[in-house]
């Protein structure tokens, strides 16, 4: 096998190597046991232990409380963008929502065919380029839910701390779950699609408070229901197999690792170091994010001009760095540096942005 690259992705993104080498031997012979893990039954004892264990594993890395079910769920993390507001609103029940980027605007969309929504923050005029403190917003009371995205994976900004607000908090956490210790008994769900910090893509780990699954309307489809999930462990019907499994793996790494608290450090220290490397280049790379707002997770910024843009990404590419190309709504660059990115690319990304400024300033 080739040397493995530097694969700043925002998603897919990268995963342990352990993990996937692993994977390979479990997928073609789990456990020894003369049949791969992607051809057994999703009722087998085996694959049971396999989904048994990856939920215990969350539920302790996440430190998630009793009352709380973790349910495997398919159709993306933009399924959710429906799912809450059709399980949790009635359509004269109010919702609160901060808009702080893509994800967050289609969730709003969403949420506005079940609800009354209430924006009482949006940072879209200025490009996204923060998200609120808390004295920039208030929270309607009597709304059932305050929900918000912690990290916003296209403009690179990230609530430092969780929203102080005595209403009950629904998160969209795909891009830092488990990037970082988090007090779940402040939420009511916590979701996210695996592919961006957990595992492969195909699987949405939701976290859901117990009392809210009995808040459903029976005209909810069944397997639209969050119940349909609680009550039969994510076995109502066909899981997605092979990605709980991966997000199981991913879980045992994080926490030879130290858990959430140790990969808080190892985030901040490879962020850190980005973010040094652009604010000591004399103006030559500009953050889109504000300072305060800025993301441990994806780090966006610009070069002077777009053609310095376009050699950047391409002579990085041509060194082993790849996946540094800005999404298209903000543009210039990202480097999406999650939890299973090693702290020797960043290094290494340092030193080749330091060598291009130079050449180019
Ligand atoms: C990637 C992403 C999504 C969309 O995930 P899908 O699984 O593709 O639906 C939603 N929210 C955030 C914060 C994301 O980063």
Same mark, same amino acid.
């Given at each position: 096998?080739?040397?493995?690259?530097?694969?700043?992705?925002?998603?897919?993104?990268?995963?342990?190597?352990?993990?996937?080498?692993?994977?390979?031997?479990?997928?073609?012979?789990?456990?020894?046991?003369?049949?791969?893990?992607?051809?057994?039954?999703?009722?087998?004892?085996?694959?049971?232990?396999?989904?048994?264990?990856?939920?215990?594993?969350?539920?302790?890395?996440?430190?998630?409380?009793?009352?709380?079910?973790?349910?495997?769920?398919?159709?993306?993390?933009?399924?959710?963008?429906?799912? !809450? +507001?059709?399980? #949790?609103?009635? $359509?004269?029940?109010?919702?609160?929502?901060?808009?702080?980027? /893509?994800?967050?605007?289609? @969730?709003?969309?969403?949420?506005?065919?079940?609800?009354?929504?209430?924006?009482?923050?949006?940072?879209?005029?200025?490009?996204?380029?923060?998200?609120?403190?808390?004295?920039?917003?208030?929270?309607?009371?009597?709304?059932?839910?305050?929900?918000?995205?912690?990290?916003?994976?296209?403009?690179?900004?990230?609530?430092?701390?969780?929203?102080?607000?005595?209403?009950?908090?629904?998160?969209?956490?795909?891009?830092?779950?488990?990037?970082?210790?988090?007090?779940?008994?402040?939420?009511?769900?916590?979701?996210?699609?695996?592919?961006?910090?957990?595992?492969?893509?195909?699987?949405?780990?939701?976290?859901?408070?117990?009392?809210?699954?009995?808040?459903?309307?029976?005209? !909810? +489809?069944?397997? #639209?229901?969050? $119940?349909?999930?609680?009550?039969?462990?994510?076995?109502?019907? /066909?899981?997605?197999?092979? @990605?709980?499994?991966?997000?199981?793996?991913?879980?045992?790494?994080?926490?030879?690792?130290?858990?959430?608290?140790?990969?808080?450090?190892?985030?901040?220290?490879?962020?850190?170091?980005?973010?040094?490397?652009?604010?000591?280049?004399?103006?030559?790379?500009?953050?889109?994010?504000?300072?305060?707002?800025?993301?441990?997770?994806?780090?966006?910024?610009?070069?002077?001009?777009?053609?310095?843009?376009?050699?950047?990404?391409?002579?990085?590419?041509?060194?082993?760095?790849?996946?540094?190309?800005?999404?298209?709504?903000?543009?210039?660059?990202?480097?999406?540096?999650?939890?299973?990115?090693?702290?020797?690319?960043?290094?290494?990304?340092?030193?080749?942005?330091?060598?291009?400024?130079?050449?180019?300033?």
């Amino acid at each position: 096998m080739p040397k493995r690259i530097y694969n700043f992705s925002a998603g897919p993104a990268v995963l342990p190597e352990q993990v996937l080498r692993q994977a390979a031997i479990d997928i073609v012979n789990f456990q020894n046991k003369g049949i791969g893990l992607v051809e057994l039954s999703h009722r087998s004892k085996e694959f049971m232990a396999v989904a048994e264990e990856c939920e215990t594993l969350i539920r302790e890395l996440l430190g998630v409380p009793a009352g709380y079910k973790v349910l495997f769920l398919q159709g993306g993390a933009s399924s959710q963008f429906f799912m !809450i +507001p059709m399980n #949790l609103l009635k $359509k004269n029940q109010i919702a609160t929502y901060l808009n702080t980027g /893509t994800w967050s605007k289609k @969730a709003i969309k969403e949420a506005k065919l079940f609800g009354q929504i209430e924006v009482p923050y949006s940072s879209e005029d200025l490009n996204f380029t923060r998200v609120p403190r808390d004295d920039e917003y208030t929270v309607n009371p009597a709304s059932e839910y305050l929900y918000f995205v912690s990290n916003n994976t296209i403009f690179g900004t990230q609530f430092q701390k969780m929203p102080a607000t005595d209403v009950m908090l629904v998160s969209d956490m795909s891009s830092d779950i488990f990037s970082r210790p988090v007090d779940v008994s402040r939420f009511g769900i916590i979701y996210a699609g695996a592919q961006k910090n957990m595992g492969p893509a195909g699987v949405t780990v939701v976290i859901i408070r117990e009392d809210l699954l009995e808040r459903v309307d029976e005209t !909810i +489809p069944t397997m #639209l229901k969050y $119940k349909t999930h609680a009550k039969d462990d994510s076995m109502f019907n /066909t899981p997605p197999c092979f @990605a709980i499994y991966c997000v199981g793996q991913v879980m045992h790494w994080l926490k030879a690792l130290g858990g959430v608290e140790a990969m808080e450090a190892r985030n901040r220290k490879k962020a850190n170091l980005l973010y040094e490397a652009i604010d000591n280049s004399g103006g030559f790379y500009r953050g889109h994010a504000e300072k305060e707002s800025r993301s441990c997770m994806n780090v966006t910024f610009t070069l002077p001009t777009k053609d310095l843009e376009t050699s950047f990404v391409r002579e990085a590419t041509e060194q082993g760095f790849d996946g540094l190309k800005g999404h298209r709504s903000v543009g210039g660059c990202r480097a999406s540096i999650y939890n299973a990115f090693p702290l020797e690319g960043v290094e290494r990304l340092v030193d080749f942005m330091a060598a291009f400024a130079k050449k180019h300033q």
